[in-house]
């Protein structure tokens, strides 16, 4: 059932992003707004080809086009991937194209108006490690995001890997982010008694935005103490008293968190 409600708690965080960017559209000279986030199963349902990959080649091809109900011009580019690993969508191939599209430079949505948090896009870097969730295009062996087309930004379709992250590497689950940070939690304050129907768990996979490099994405966690005497709390009450730890999982494994 905690599973369940953290599933239903991400999803209402992202229809309540949806509403505050367009909000943020209509009012105001400074534009910011809350971007959607998608989890890895999320994001592997949503694609008919995911796996972990290197640019051997990043060029621009030549193609416009629009994003986010055609306010935004774009400029195409295609990189040529090296594939490390098939994770859904075999059989294993050596090298795919990937094609996708970035926000035309100087763009503004609002002329004068400065976007704090612009469009998160894909930014791959020639011999870099990625995860792809991809969906295959009409032409043989060449592959599009996953989320292009459904919103702006379509960043989290890529995943930049970490140093230590092996090439084989899987996503961690929903389910196995939340035990992993469960068990770092227990291992370095066992004492700590949680309110397990109010744990929250956020992935954070932003792809980049203004050109800068993409960062790799990570589960971030969050826990609350069980009410003194172990009388149960209502959820209000519990989130009222803020969090008694926020545990960090990385995508090579690493944990670390703000620890009582």
């Known amino acids: 059932m905690r599973l369940a409600t953290l599933e239903q708690q991400m999803r209402f965080a992202r229809k309540l992003g949806l509403l505050l960017a367009v909000l943020a559209l209509l009012t105001g000279e400074c534009i910011a707004r809350v971007v959607g986030m998608w989890t890895p199963e999320e994001l592997t349902e949503k694609s008919s080809f995911v796996c972990n990959g290197t640019p051997t080649e990043v060029v621009t091809n030549g193609e416009t086009g629009t994003k986010g109900h055609a306010l935004f011009p774009t400029v ?69 995001p996953c989320l292009m087309g ?83 709390s209502t959820y209000i009450e519990t989130i009222k008293k803020g969090p008694v730890a926020v545990i960090r999982l990385e995508n090579d494994g690493k944990l670390s968190g703000q620890l009582p």
Request: proline share 7%.
């Open 76 to 144: 195409g580019y295609s990189a040529k991937i090296r594939v490390l690993k098939v994770l859904k969508g075999g059989p294993t191939i050596a090298t795919i194209t990937l094609r996708y599209f970035h926000i035309a430079s100087g763009f503004q949505l609002v002329p004068g108006a400065v976007m704090q948090d612009g469009p998160r896009e894909i930014c791959l870097e020639q011999g870099r490690r990625y995860r792809l969730y991809l969906r295959r295009s009409e032409e043989q062996q060449v592959y599009v």
């Open 150 to 232: 459904a919103s702006i930004d379509d960043g989290s379709s890529a995943e930049a890997f970490a140093e230590g992250q092996a090439d084989d590497s899987k996503p961690f689950t929903l389910g196995e982010a939340v035990k992993m940070a469960e068990d770092y939690l227990k291992k370095n304050r066992p004492d700590t008694a949680i309110e397990s129907s109010a744990t929250f768990a956020q992935y954070w996979s932003e792809g980049c935005w203004d050109a800068k490099p993409m960062s790799p994405p990570y589960w971030e966690v969050t826990f609350y103490r069980k009410a003194p005497g172990g009388v149960p």
